[in-house]
């Protein structure tokens, strides 16, 4: 995974991560998506609503990045 140092993450504009608002899991590449995926559960503080919103997100970045998604939606995380 490309590592991205605090100043470029700062300088990620909000679409490219999967929680906009909180600006949490980066999604600009193959592996921040992989990793955002991997991660979605750990992510506190949001409702479900907002992680409707990521997953939606991280489905559309995960199909232009190649990453192919064994599940249907976040809620089978971890199934």
Do not use: C
Request: proline share 3%; hydrophobic share 35%.
């Amino acid at each position: 995974m490309s590592k991205l140092s605090a100043e470029d993450r700062d300088d990620l504009p909000a679409k490219e991560f999967a929680f906009q608002k909180q600006r949490k899991e980066p999604i600009e590449d193959a592996a921040h998506v992989r990793a955002a995926i991997a991660r979605f559960n750990q992510v506190k503080g949001v409702t479900d609503k907002e992680r409707d919103e990521a997953w939606a997100r991280i489905e559309r970045a995960a199909k232009k990045h190649g990453v192919e998604i064994e599940e249907g939606n976040w809620r089978e995380i971890g199934r």
